[in-house]
T-cell receptor, first 114, second 112 residues
Framework: DSGVTQTPKHLITATGQRVTLRCSPR?????VYWYQQSLDQGLQFLIQ???????AKGNILERFSAQQFPDLHSELNLSSLELGDSALYFC?????????????FGEGSRLTVL | DQQVKQNSPSLSVQEGRISILNCDYT??????FLWYKKYPAEGPTFLIS?????DKNEDGRFTVFLNKSAKHLSLHIVPSQPGDSAVYFC???????????FGAGTILRVKS
């Protein structure tokens, strides 16, 4: 158990819909990262927050947005969903925003868009 | 562009033998390289890392080798155990920040 909690674990929805994925980081971790893993691909970095502020942005679509709340949990909002958005979405956390790259990952949220 | 590549989608090894997983990268500005292990229905877990100023790091059965001139790293697992069967991701961290660039992963199967 990494200490990172993601909900929901599975989500099935239709094209055009909007979903929210939630992540609670490990206790004491200030930084939260979101990654997307499409079929047979590596994890693609989406966005990072540190103590409530956006710290780094990857190839995140404009239809996607995220935020980190004062209690340090984070939400990833995916809107106008397309079939290609079906993927595993991982949240990870770390204590700092600059380090050696050791992140603690949640179990992921599997999104299926039909 | 794929900055981190794992060219072998899968690898099968006999229990007790050595497993060697390979990874190539293109960006000279990476300062740390990491290996993560992933079991089905679980998130990736950190396994071992190496700083770009070193050429070897060892932790028990796991050793990572870095060849900067070839932009290549490898993970050696000796001896391999059935419990090592998982997907192994190579990842790299840029000099600033803490975000990681991942390879596509290699499925390791250790046969008993």
């Amino acid at each position: 158990d990494s200490g990172v909690t993601q909900t929901p674990k599975h989500l099935i929805t239709a094209t055009g819909q909007r979903v929210t994925l939630r992540c609670s980081p490990r206790s004491g971790d200030l930084s939260v990262y979101w990654y997307q893993q499409s079929l047979d691909q590596g994890l693609q970095f989406l966005i990072q927050y540190y103590n409530g502020e956006e710290r780094a942005k990857g190839n995140i679509l404009e239809r996607f947005s995220a935020q980190q709340f004062p209690d340090l949990h984070s939400e990833l909002n995916l809107s106008s969903l397309e079939l290609g958005d079906s993927a595993l979405y991982f949240c990870a956390s770390s204590v700092v925003d600059e380090g050696t790259g050791e992140l603690f990952f949640g179990e992921g949220s599997r999104l299926t868009v039909l | 562009d794929q900055q981190v590549k794992q060219n072998s989608p899968s690898l099968s090894v006999q229990e007790g033998r050595i497993s060697i997983l390979n990874c190539d990268y293109t960006n000279s500005m990476f300062d740390y390289f990491l290996w993560y292990k992933k079991y089905p229905a679980e998130g990736p877990t950190f396994l071992i890392s190496i700083s770009s100023i070193k050429d070897k790091n060892e932790d028990g059965r796991f050793t990572v080798f870095l060849n900067k001139s070839a932009k290549h790293l490898s993970l050696h697992i000796v001896p391999s155990q059935p419990g090592d069967s998982a997907v192994y991701f190579c990842a790299a961290k840029a000099e600033y920040g803490n975000k990681l660039v991942f390879g596509a992963g290699t499925i390791l199967r250790v046969k008993s």
